[in-house]
């Protein structure tokens, strides 16, 4: 018989049901690295912002914050309409962004969007401080794509062309302080994305004392009448 | 230039450039190849593989059965369900969300246990023994600890549980926004009677499982899926059953619900998931319940297993290393008119087949290995190979018999519900599955907040949909709640009751004999879950019944249904004549087996009847 945690287990037994560890210190044997949840997979390379600065993507913009990461393309329609939902949502996020809510919009045409021509889009979108606009060196971009969009790499199988692949209909959202991710369609309510944010909220309290969510009376749920 | 040179001067130089607002050099390929991980992006299971584990040496988990509680405590609200009077439940459930650490295998390192989410502090969870004619209602309390203070990161303590097959009225159903928190609980009230009371509808293996609003694969990969099995007056649940109505199948520990998944772990044992794949997420180690690669001790005798492709995006092709074929009796819960004899099972996510496997020619100590040989690479579906061997996923080890084995395999079973002879007259609508953007499309849309009604079906009506799958290169197992899919066409083929679905070489074929093995069940025309391989274009007729509201259909490759492959449908009241419209349900049981309505709930309690003559012609709306 071993000790795991102070719970006493038989270590021969599958499918064995162990209380919750108490003991951080154990805890933290089975945690994640230290450099954050998803430091493996998003990639930590140079990129450059809307404002001509650069920066380490993962190190300076993404460990320990909480933010949404799309990709668009300047001249491409599709992402006009991403980005004109997000200048929505960024509204909806009022002033906690730039201060524990970032967007990322990742070029996917480095060439063509320097940081002067996102500058100028950024400022068309009416981009609040803590939205930025990046690009970077060609392999950059196309790292961050496959990375975070195109897992697998398989830009070309989809049957569509590279750009429609790069996901300029999705918006991920992440607080990678604790290691959680969604992903959410760019243009749907700009409400609803923004609330997503508070779904994904590190906790500050524990969970409250149980009490009766649903469902509601019919008399409040549309289509259903008795 | 070493590697430490290269970080030390980009950092330096990415630091100073964000201090002082100046451009530095442009990243060289040089540095690159020091600061990135390797180029491309190769599966995890290929770059990060989950630790070492002997396969065969930790026993099979088996679920405890759910009891019921004596009571809720505040009770039940009943204006909060649709026919509640007419469905008083008959037992109480209450199942918390929890947790814990779960033990997948013996050897280091999942000998520490692997941060779970589960029912009852068990994954899968404890299995439901419900009862057709016994509705029941589960109290569901949401118990996770809350984000940033759960040890299971990657999914969302915000949950939402499906009944998968389920009857269900909507407010029940779990759909994607019907969420509950941390410190919450939600009533499911399962009534537990086939549509339209109609025998021919009834199920048998259904199974639970979250359906949380983009975190499903997340959600049930942490653990939060179970069974729920209905028994009715034919599959009684005992084998020794006198009645002659009873099928007397294998039961009680010779009947084993079996869920499959494909987990990867990190090099603490823990479960690794990509947040960022968006095709799907593959597996290293098989599990069954829960434990990798298991062994089972069976008997020389008759056993059902119940076999569930639990995700999240992989597909099987499963056949026993002695080369016995399975017989086959029911495909996604269906119980099939008569038994299939096939040499392989074929399973898209989350389908379902009961099989009956006779280990009576087997010596004690002989040893069966249950096999997957159906190649797959990515999480967009098979590749089209066949694996030889294949992967094994559990074995079953033959000991000596405790007991006679009273269990039979009837003939013959019970006949499906009936396809309209002319569907012409029926409604037909379009369902186009493609890819766009980086999200998963049905008909170029994506699900969004679950506000737009994508269809509005009346109550009490049929429907012919066409299920179109645009891709040349991924599968999509697609689901559509509350009703069954009844195939009328595969490929421009069509299917009748006694048709088989099959695969080989990808092309679908059909089977009308089951006097000689087939090589591969893929499901009877009768199932919830359509699989569209590459290029697939499938016809069904459904019928929707008893209940309004709300409901979803989607790819069950959850990786595709997080990123938006889902719509909404409504079932809404039937327009009558002069635009009126009536909220009364279509049927109810008392009028189905054609007395009143006002008949008292001890005659209406009775078995349900076939509504043959009423099916004949099910409410059909006329072509659009």
Redesign the interface.
Known sequence: MNL?GGVA?S???????????QDPKL?G????PLNG??A???????VRSH??????FYN?LIRGKTVMIN?ISTTNE?SLRGCANLARVQDALGNRLGRDVFIYSITIDPEHDTPRVLKTFAEKHRAKPGWMFLT??Q??IE?LR?????????NA????NQI???????V?Y??E?????????A???PT?IAK?LS?????K???????????????A?P???? | MNRRDALKL??A??SA??AA?T??P??S?EL?KF???P?????DLVT?PSPPSRPFV??L?VMPVKQPAPNLD?PP?P????RYQEFLPKKFYEIHET????????DA???????SWGFD??TPGPTYHARYGEPILVRR?N???????S?V????P?TTTHLHNGHTA???DGYPM?F????????HHYCNFPSGFDDREKLTTLWYHDHMM??TAANVYAGLNGFYLLFDENDTGDENDPSPKAWRLPSGKYDVPLILHDVLFDS???VSF??????GILGDKFTV????Q?FFQVEPRKYRFRILNGGPSRFYQLYLSTGQPFVVISGDGNILPKPVVAESIYLSVAQRTDVILDFSKYQPGDQIILQNRLEQT???GPSGRMLDPGDGIMRFDVVPPTGLDNSQIPDHFRPLPPMPEDLSKFKHRVWTFD?????WTINGQ????G?RVDAEIEQGTGEVWILRNN????SHPIHSHFTEFLLHEVNGRVVTPETIQSTEGRRHYEYESADVPIKVFMGGQRRDIATLLPNDEIKVFMRWDDF???YVMHCHNVVHE???MMIRW?I??KKQAGNSVS?RPARTRASAAGKRSNHSRRERSSQFKNSRKARRDPGSSERA
Not at chain 2, 79 to 82: F, G, N, P, R, V
Not at chain 2, 289 to 292: A, K, L
Request: aromatic letters at 8%.
């Open positions: 795991v287990i270590p021969l037994r599958s499918g064995l049901l162990l209380e919750p560890m805890a044997d089975c945690a994640r949840p998803y493996h997979l998003i990639p930590n390379v140079v404002d001509d600065r650069n920066a380490l300076d990709c599709q970077g060196e392999s950059v790292l496959s990375r975070l969009f195109n897992q697998g790499g398989h199988t989809h049957d569509h429609e692949d790069c996901s300029l209909a999705l991920r992440g607080n302080a604790v290691g959680l991710w969604g992903s959410v369609p243009t749907n309510d609803s997503r779904w994904i909220e590190s906790a309290t524990p969970a409250p004392s149980i009490r009766r969510a649903g469902p509601a009376p019919l008399s749920q289509g259903i009448r008795t | 980009t950092l130089a990415a450039s964000l607002g451009r530095v442009a990243q390929p690159l600061l990135c991980p180029d491309g992006v190769s599966p990060r930790a026993p988990n505040p609200d204006k909060a369900h649709q947790e814990f650490r779960w033990v997948y295998h013996p390192p999942y000998n520490v246990g692997s941060w502090n068990i309390y118990t996770l600890p809350k984000v940033g203070q040890k990161t990657f999914a969302l915000r909507s407010e029940s019907d509950i928190q941390a410190g919450e609980y939600w009533d983009d975190f603490y044992g823990q990509n947040p960022f794949n968006t095709d319940n829960r434990i990798i298991p990515n999480g967009r890819y766009l953007g980086g999200l994506t699900f969004g907040d506000t891709g040349k290169n991924w309004l509201g709300k997080d990123h938006a409504d809404v009241p909220s």
